[in-house]
């Protein structure tokens, strides 16, 4: 079976500093999609972006990069110029082909002014 | 245009009665999920409906729970004689088509609290 690993529960990190969330997954499929999430305290998830693991580019949105490396079955979030706004819990999540989405147990950051 | 939404927001219920959690997808949307949140815990999926297709309930925890979805629209979650072990966030999620690929895109949630 799938699974999703988020081994940091919290992190913080200084207000215009760079953070990289972690995360790694078990596997057997060689097509598949990563995801992260990030959920405010209003309790609205919201996706930040998505990879498709057949694209070796690494998916990038404005501050958002990640760090793909399918061989070891990792994908880190990347956050640049951490701002206020980002403080969230952070969901890494995996789905399969035409599957559902399985999710980690997330991340909590914290921005310190 | 108008998002995900889900009625009550705040549910706090006695131990033993039934309730009833609901969900608005985005209109146009197909496909359809709801979710579990614990407290300090991640996603757990509880049921999917695409389309016409029969749902995937395999991520309700106990015949207790139940879900239907009227006119492939709004969706209603039942958990019925209610237990502590219930109290959680309910998310419902929907998407355009129901490819894995696709965004999800979230409601508020519904907490419910069982006394």
């Known amino acids: 079976a799938q699974t999703v690993t988020q081994s940091q529960p919290e992190m913080s990190v200084q207000e215009a500093e760079t953070v990289t969330l972690s995360c790694t997954y078990d596997?057997?499929?060689?097509?598949?999609?990563l995801f992260w999430y990030k959920q405010p305290p209003s309790r609205q998830m919201i996706l930040v972006i998505r990879?498709?693991?057949?694209?070796?580019q690494n998916a990038t949105e404005n501050r958002f990069s990640v760090n793909f490396q399918k061989a070891a079955k990792s994908f880190s979030l990347k956050i640049s110029d951490s701002q206020l706004g980002d403080a969230a819990m952070y969901f890494c999540?995996?789905?399969?082909?035409?599957?559902?989405?399985?999710f980690g147990k997330g991340t909590r950051l914290h921005i310190l002014p | 245009g108008a998002g995900v939404s889900q009625s009550p927001s705040n549910k706090v219920t006695e131990k033993g009665k039934d309730v009833e959690l609901r969900c608005d997808p985005i209109?146009?949307?197909?496909?359809l999920y709801w979710y579990r949140q614990s407290l300090g815990q991640g996603l757990e999926f509880l049921i999917y409906?695409?389309?016409?297709?029969?749902?995937?309930k395999s991520g309700l925890p106990s015949d207790r729970f139940s879900a239907e979805r009227t006119g492939g629209s709004v969706s209603t979650l039942t958990i019925q004689r209610t237990q502590q072990e219930d109290s959680a966030v309910y998310l419902c999620?929907?998407?355009?088509?129901?490819?894995?690929?696709?965004?999800?895109?979230f409601g508020p949630g519904t907490r419910l609290t069982v006394l």
């Open positions: 999540a995996y789905s399969g082909l035409r599957d559902k989405i399985i």
């Open positions: 596997t057997s499929e060689s097509d598949y999609y």
């Open positions: 409906f695409q389309g016409n297709s029969a749902p995937d």
């Open positions: 209109s146009g949307h197909t496909a």
């Open positions: 999620a929907s998407s355009l088509g129901g490819a894995s690929a696709e965004t999800q895109y």
């Open positions: 990879q498709e693991a057949y694209k070796q």
